[in-house]
């Protein structure tokens, strides 16, 4: 099994920056993806940023150039630091791992609000 540990979340004014990290742990082998989604009240849960252990990433439209995600290996972490922060990011945003044919992996999600 693996076990996401999301933190980083809070509240913020728009224009403020909040970096998330989460922590894998467990059996955390063969990681064929590591990234974050998010899910706002009433909407689906969307991808927001996803990096591929072949080292590519990807982002949704919306958060390109404000949002950037990196990992370290060697603290099994994945962070996804966002700038710029608008109202429109508010959502609990979940910590996403995927192994080679298995998965996917879900945190337990941390709150991000953002004030106007």
């Known amino acids: 099994q693996v076990q996401l540990v999301e933190s980083g979340g809070g509240l913020v004014q728009a224009g403020g920056s909040l970096r998330l990290s989460c922590v894998a742990s467990?059996?955390?082998?063969?990681?064929?993806?590591m990234g974050w989604y998010r899910q706002a009240p009433g909407k689906q849960r969307e991808l927001v940023a996803l990096?591929?252990?072949?080292?590519?990433?990807t982002y949704v439209d919306s958060v390109k150039g404000r949002f950037t995600i990196s990992r370290d290996n060697a603290k099994n972490t994945v962070y996804l630091q966002m700038n710029s922060l608008k109202p429109e990011d508010t959502a609990v945003y979940y910590c996403?791992?995927?192994?080679?044919?298995?998965?996917?992996?879900w945190g337990q999600g941390t709150q991000v609000t953002v004030s106007s």
């Open positions: 467990g059996s955390i082998f063969s990681i064929d993806a």
């Open positions: 990096q591929t252990r072949g080292g590519g990433t």
């Open positions: 996403y791992l995927s192994r080679i044919g298995v998965g996917p992996y």
